[in-house]
Protein backbone atom coordinates (compact mmCIF):
# COMPACT_ATOMS: atom_id res chain seq x y z
CA UNK A 1 0.00 0.00 0.00
CA UNK A 2 1.31 3.55 -1.12
CA UNK A 3 1.76 6.03 1.63
CA UNK A 4 0.90 8.97 -0.62
CA UNK A 5 -2.11 11.00 0.14
CA UNK A 6 -5.80 9.59 -1.54
CA UNK A 7 -6.72 12.63 -4.65
CA UNK A 8 -9.25 14.55 -2.97
CA UNK A 9 -12.86 14.54 -4.63
CA UNK A 10 -14.86 17.48 -5.30
CA UNK A 11 -17.58 18.05 -2.41
CA UNK A 12 -19.70 19.52 -4.66
CA UNK A 13 -20.82 19.02 -8.37
CA UNK A 14 -21.30 22.20 -10.60
CA UNK A 15 -25.09 21.74 -10.25
CA UNK A 16 -24.84 22.20 -6.40
CA UNK A 17 -23.40 25.93 -7.16
CA UNK A 18 -25.91 26.97 -9.33
CA UNK A 19 -28.81 25.93 -6.74
CA UNK A 20 -26.55 27.52 -3.75
CA UNK A 21 -26.20 30.46 -6.19
CA UNK A 22 -30.01 30.33 -6.49
CA UNK A 23 -30.77 29.84 -2.81
CA UNK A 24 -28.58 33.05 -2.14
CA UNK A 25 -29.88 35.09 -4.44
CA UNK A 26 -33.41 34.28 -3.18
CA UNK A 27 -31.63 35.14 0.62
CA UNK A 28 -30.58 38.58 -1.03
CA UNK A 29 -34.11 39.69 -1.34
CA UNK A 30 -35.00 39.00 1.84
CA UNK A 31 -32.12 40.75 3.50
CA UNK A 32 -31.20 43.40 0.71
CA UNK A 33 -32.05 46.34 3.39
CA UNK A 34 -29.77 45.27 5.58
CA UNK A 35 -25.67 45.72 6.57
CA UNK A 36 -24.84 41.76 5.78
CA UNK A 37 -26.51 41.91 2.41
CA UNK A 38 -22.90 43.30 1.15
CA UNK A 39 -21.77 39.67 1.97
CA UNK A 40 -24.25 37.62 0.52
CA UNK A 41 -24.27 40.10 -2.94
CA UNK A 42 -20.08 38.73 -2.75
CA UNK A 43 -20.84 35.01 -2.26
CA UNK A 44 -23.38 35.33 -4.83
CA UNK A 45 -21.00 36.30 -7.54
CA UNK A 46 -18.45 34.12 -6.28
CA UNK A 47 -20.52 31.01 -7.32
CA UNK A 48 -21.55 32.65 -9.75
CA UNK A 49 -17.59 32.52 -11.41
CA UNK A 50 -17.62 29.05 -10.36
CA UNK A 51 -20.68 27.84 -12.02
Known sequence: ???EPQ???AVFSTED???LREA????LQAVKDKPESVKYSNLYHR???VA
Not at 24 to 27: E, R, S
Open 47 to 49: LGR
Open 1 to 3: MSN
Open 24 to 27: VGAH
Open 17 to 19: FRL
Open 7 to 9: RSR
